[in-house]
């Protein structure tokens, strides 16, 4: 083999080690998410819904999102309690839905219609070019197009950001009508309310496909 057929080789071989490389990391990500996620935390009135097999019931948000490991802590800070949220085909699949806890005294939980709700979208790409800003909730979230609805109404005025600190530097200039949430869930609402300190892991189901 001549030093050219051996350099072009070598440079063949680096490349699809380079893949593997990402393809392992991707793989390892999200096994640990899988790993840190488990179904058994569900709200018992989610549970009973989703036991139920109530036609036209999609799921929670949780489990029809998908988006990397490492911005779990920030995205359940922003929305909290929406992550069950449960995504509904129309209004009359969740009526029925809250006939059924009724019938079984199951508690009560919320529903996400598509036929009905808002989404309540607030976007500026300019704003990602701002220093400590990630990226909009919306471009993180991987979600199929026909829950987008959802999804645009649970994360549409999201917006996340490296540190508390940036997110009080972006709200001094630009006032809008965005929650601004770091990294480490410490978040500044669009009143200017601030929220933050020692955040406690969030769990329930999560979707790997």
Known sequence: MCIRDRQEFELKVEKVSEKLREKIASLTTRIDTVQRFQPSTLPRA?????????????????????YPAEYEVALSAGIGAMWNYIVVENAEVAVACIRHLKKTKGGTCSFIPLDQ?????VKDGRLT???GVIAHALDIIQIAPQYMRAAEFVF?????VETIEDAKELF????LPLTLVSL??????ASGLMKGGA??????????K
């Not at 549409?156 to 996340?160: D, V």
């Open 117 to 121: 709700i808002t989404p309540r979208v």
């Open 199 to 208: 955040q406690q892991r969030l769990q329930g189901q999560f979707s790997i």
């Open 129 to 131: 070019r701002w220093p």
């Open 172 to 175: 001094k200039e630009r006032r």
């Open 156 to 160: 549409g005025r999201l917006l996340i």
């Open 184 to 189: 480490e869930g410490d978040h500044l609402l």
């Open 46 to 66: 989610v549970q009973i819904i989703l036991d139920a097999q109530i036609p036209g019931v999609y799921g929670t948000i949780r489990s029809l999102c998908q």
